[in-house]
């Protein structure tokens, strides 16, 4: 079955420190993104990449990086500069360039918390 | 810029009653609307989608929603609801904003549908 893989699905963060969340798709899809999810305020996107070895920054990019390597991978590291890391995160990934009408498929999530 | 609002952040209803979760876009081209669906700790699922043509859309787990251009509406409904469609449901919009392409979602902040026996 094709579809997005997030891990892990629960994660722990000491103060000062950075971690990784992974997200892997088998869609064959070019555009990824990575979205924080707070309860009451919906979505909002962190970063997107388009192509491989490209990214771009979305509406809360502060605190967050990514990088893009491979067409199935897209990690997202949270750095110690973001203060209040602590969300849902969620992974997606949409077909082809340039097609806004095609939907965004998602994974099911890694719940940050802080230690 | 594109916006989206879901009206009422709680939605109750009694199983076998009517559903209806209201969204109002605001775009300054012609809209791609979605509705996906959330259950507890899990990623969002498409459930029906806007692009042209026919304005009524029929989706997934009898949903369906009507597209009104005058109005700026895409509200959500399904004639009989079950226990199983407790769940938390977000209207997105999607315009061509992106350089370079892609699409780009804009949220709603989700209405949580209650279903009561």
């Known amino acids: 079955d094709g579809g997005i893989t997030q891990s892990p699905k629960y994660l722990f963060r000491k103060e000062g420190q950075n971690v990784t969340l992974s997200c892997e798709q088998n869609l064959n899809h070019d555009a990824m993104y990575w979205y924080r999810q707070d309860p009451g305020q919906g979505l909002r996107l962190i970063y997107y990449s388009q192509i491989v070895n490209d990214f771009q920054k979305g509406d809360i990019a502060e605190g967050y990086s990514v990088s893009r390597e491979k067409k199935e991978s897209f990690p997202l590291t949270v750095t110690s500069a973001q203060k209040n890391p602590t969300a849902f995160y969620l992974c997606?990934?949409?077909?082809?360039?340039?097609?806004?009408?095609?939907?965004?498929?998602f994974g099911d999530g890694t719940r940050l918390s802080i230690l | 810029a594109q916006s989206v609002t879901q009206l009422g952040s709680h939605v109750s209803v009694s199983e076998g009653a009517l559903v209806l979760l209201r969204c109002n876009y605001s775009s300054s081209v012609p809209p791609y609307l979605f509705w996906y669906v959330q259950y507890p700790n899990q990623g969002l699922q498409l459930l029906l989608k806007y692009t042209t043509g026919a304005t009524l859309v029929k989706g997934i787990n009898g949903f369906e929603a009507e597209f009104k251009k005058s109005e700026t509406s895409f509200h959500l409904t399904k004639p009989s609801a079950h226990m199983s469609d407790a769940a938390e449901y977000f209207c997105a919009v999607s315009a061509p904003t992106f350089t370079g392409g892609g699409n780009k979602l804009t949220f709603g902040t989700g209405t949580q549908l209650k279903v009561e026996l």
């Open positions: 997606a990934s949409s077909k082809s360039l340039g097609r806004e009408d095609q939907p965004q498929h």
